[in-house]
């Protein structure tokens, strides 16, 4: 079974930073294609952030475009989001996701594997 844990989130002022981090147990990349980031403000649906794949492509969303980067460390099984300049509209709680075919990243009930998520706020 795959577990994944999630950490780094807070609270930060508009502008700021922070990195989040998502540890996953086990050999976890010889069964996983693709992970993302997704990310549920109150009231809203859960979306995609940021996905990477076994590959290395990356794709982001226009929101995040140039202010987010997403990386891993094989050797530590771990993917890691980088956040700068964060907003207000940023805040939400932020889920590392994780499946077993590389095109299911995209649609969150497709999605194998969930963090339980850290919880991000922007105050303005």
């Known amino acids: 079974q795959v577990q994944l844990v999630e950490s780094g989130g807070g609270l930060v002022q508009a502008g700021g930073s922070l990195r989040l981090s998502c540890a996953a147990s086990?050999?976890?990349?010889?069964?996983?294609?693709?992970m993302g980031w997704y990310r549920q403000a109150p009231g809203k649906q859960r979306e995609l952030v940021v996905l990477?794949?076994?590959?290395?492509?990356?794709n982001y969303a226009d929101s995040v475009k140039g202010r987010f980067t997403i990386s891993r460390d094989t050797t530590k099984n771990t993917v890691y989001l980088q956040m700068n300049n964060l907003a207000p509209e940023d805040t939400a709680v932020y889920y590392c996701?994780?499946?077993?075919?590389?095109?299911?990243?995209?649609?969150?009930?497709?999605?194998?594997?969930w963090g339980k998520g850290t919880l991000v706020t922007v105050s303005s």
């Open positions: 990477i794949t076994s590959g290395g492509i990356t």
């Open positions: 996701a994780a499946v077993r075919s590389e095109h299911n990243i995209v649609y969150v009930n497709k999605v194998d594997y």
């Open positions: 086990g050999t976890i990349f010889s069964i996983i294609n693709a």
